[in-house]
Structure formats: C-alpha cells, structure tokens
C-alpha cells in the first residue's frame, strides 16, 4: 500500500492530509463524516468556494479555507497555512488535486472523481488508507486530532511562540 499522487483517491487523501496538517485543523473540517449525511445536507462541510489565496501583511501568500461549521464554532471559521520550500508545500498538492480531480465551484474541497461520479472524500476513507499505511510502515498513528496536536508540535518545534501557534487548536495568523 502506497499514496499514488496520479489517482484520483490517493490524490484527494493526500492533499487533505497535508492541508489538514499545516492549517492544525481536525480531519472531520475538511472530511465528510459519510456520503448520506453530505447527501442530506452538503452545507455544513467546505467547498472549493470556500479555498482562496491572500496575502499575509508582507504580500507572501496564505491558502485560506472557510469552514462553514464547527462544532465548536457554529457560524464557522477560517483556518490557514502557507505555501512551502518543501516536498510537502501544501499549496502544490492541493493544485494536484484540483488539477487531477478538477472539482466544480459548489463541489466539496476535496471531492475526486470516483468511477460512479463525483464523490466528497469522507472521513472514514481517509482514515481507512492512514491506517493501512501506519500497519505497513510501522508508522505513529495519528488520527482527527492527532493533526492538530502534531501540527502544533511541528509549528513550536520551528520556534513560533506558542500563542502564534495555537488558539483552541487552529493557527492563528
């Protein structure tokens, strides 16, 4: 089991995950929890409408997401992350995605283009495939929170003061 960047899934999960990551949000603000409970009622979750690029207070470049609601915050918030000198720059792998999926306006951030049709990625896909990987590699599980708490680690460990870093789990800019 490995992430092929070129198929449609593996490309979704993987943009996700790295958004996921360096935003230090939850997995489930940038998943559906299922197919039915989208199906029933798409305006909870993200969209593609929601993803734009502004500029930090120097004009660098900040990926900039709306997530519609939050449990914790149910009038929604914004989560952001920059684009990297690094394998990882989350700003690539969501143009992969956008380029190889291609999803419309309206459609879910990170819906993939599934044999049957367009399908949102859920919740339960991603963590499916990152536990298949973890077995494999014998990997640190990491899982919903686990982005954030790692993604903190990760923003302290590069010496950003804490109160920049983290705000009831979503980075402040």
Known sequence: MYLDL???CDTAIYACIIV???????LGEFTVPSLLKFNNAPAP??????????????GL?????????MKCCPEG???????????TDPAIWLNNHLHIN??????????WRHPKGLCPLTKTEV???????????????????????KGTLHYLLLGTP??????DGEMVW
């Open 77 to 87: 918030e914004d989560m952001h992350c920059a684009p990297l000198d690094h394998l």
């Open 6 to 8: 070129n198929h449609l």
């Open 127 to 149: 963590t499916k495939c990152l536990n298949e990987l973890v077995t494999q590699y014998n990997l640190p599980n990491i899982k919903g929170h686990g982005f954030c708490i």
């Open 162 to 167: 804490f109160d920049i870093s983290q705000n």
């Open 45 to 58: 979750y993200i969209k593609c409408l929601h993803f734009t690029v502004k500029a930090d207070t120097k």
């Open 20 to 26: 996921t990551f360096y935003s230090i949000s939850r």
């Open 61 to 69: 470049p900040i990926l900039s997401f709306h997530i519609p609601f």
């Open 102 to 111: 291609y999803p419309a306006q309206e459609d879910h951030l990170f819906t």
